[in-house]
């Protein structure tokens, strides 16, 4: 005796409904997004002193890294190069900093 087993081989059926809903909320959503951010992006004045921050921005010398160049001169002093172009002499056991050269000196040479 041979006893097959008849199965259903048809492709499941797609639910084109909930397809069609979901879709919707997702446009939606994007579309309550995006309207957001359009209608709260301030506008830029004309006379305003603050501008936008832009990519050529990034490249002046307040962005960029700062090596200090610092070396230790003994046991609780080191002397290092600031921002500014000063060579100083900070002391950690007094809490004290001593202008050893000023940039002056090295915009002479």
């Known amino acids: 005796m041979c006893l097959q087993e008849f199965v259903d081989v048809s492709p499941p059926q ?5 397809i069609a809903i979901s ?5 939606a959503v994007c579309s309550l997004i995006t309207m957001s951010v359009v209608v709260l992006t301030p506008a830029e004045l004309p006379g305003s002193s603050k501008s936008r ?6 490249y002046k010398p307040e962005f960029t890294v700062h ?9 609780s002093e080191v002397v290092y190069r600031n921002r500014d172009g000063h060579v100083i002499k900070f002391n950690f056991a007094s809490n004290e900093t001593e202008v050893i050269l000023t940039n002056s000196t090295f915009v002479c040479f």
């Open 53 to 58: 921050l832009t990519v050529a921005d990034l």
């Open 14 to 18: 797609r639910n084109w409904k909930g």
């Open 23 to 27: 879709l919707l909320v997702i446009v």
């Open 67 to 75: 090596d200090p160049e610092a070396t230790w001169v003994s046991d």
